[in-house]
């Protein structure tokens, strides 16, 4: 069963950075692409950012040139660094593999909640 732990989010306030860490197992995490995604209060859950197998990564358009998707396959830990954080950031941020996502198959953890201050 796969098990997905997200740490690292918090209260934050504008401007600043905040690094999310999202431990995996179960799975094959190396050969997998891995996401990160956000749920704002009243909102869908969307993709932020995407890291594949080879290391090529996709963003969402609201937060290129800010945040950054990275993956330690030794580890099985995929990172997300947030930088140059804005209000419309505050969210519940998840991880998960990206092929699950996009089939339904997948689960989902709890989250960790990041909070940006104005």
């Known amino acids: 069963q796969v098990q997905l732990v997200e740490s690292g989010g918090g209260l934050v306030q504008a401007g600043g950075s905040l690094r999310l860490s999202c431990r995996t197992s179960g799975k094959i995490f190396s050969a997998s692409a891995m996401g990160w995604y956000r749920q704002a209060p009243g909102e869908q859950r969307r993709l932020v950012a995407v890291i594949f197998s080879g290391g090529r ?53 709890q989250g960790t909640q990041v909070t940006v201050s104005s």
């Open 57 to 109: 990564t996709n963003y969402g358009d609201s937060v290129k040139g800010r945040f950054t998707i990275s993956r330690d396959n030794a580890e099985k830990t995929v990172y997300l660094q947030m930088n140059s954080v804005q209000p419309e950031d505050t969210a519940v941020y998840y991880c998960n593999f990206h092929n699950m996502v996009l089939t339904g198959a997948a689960t989902w953890g």
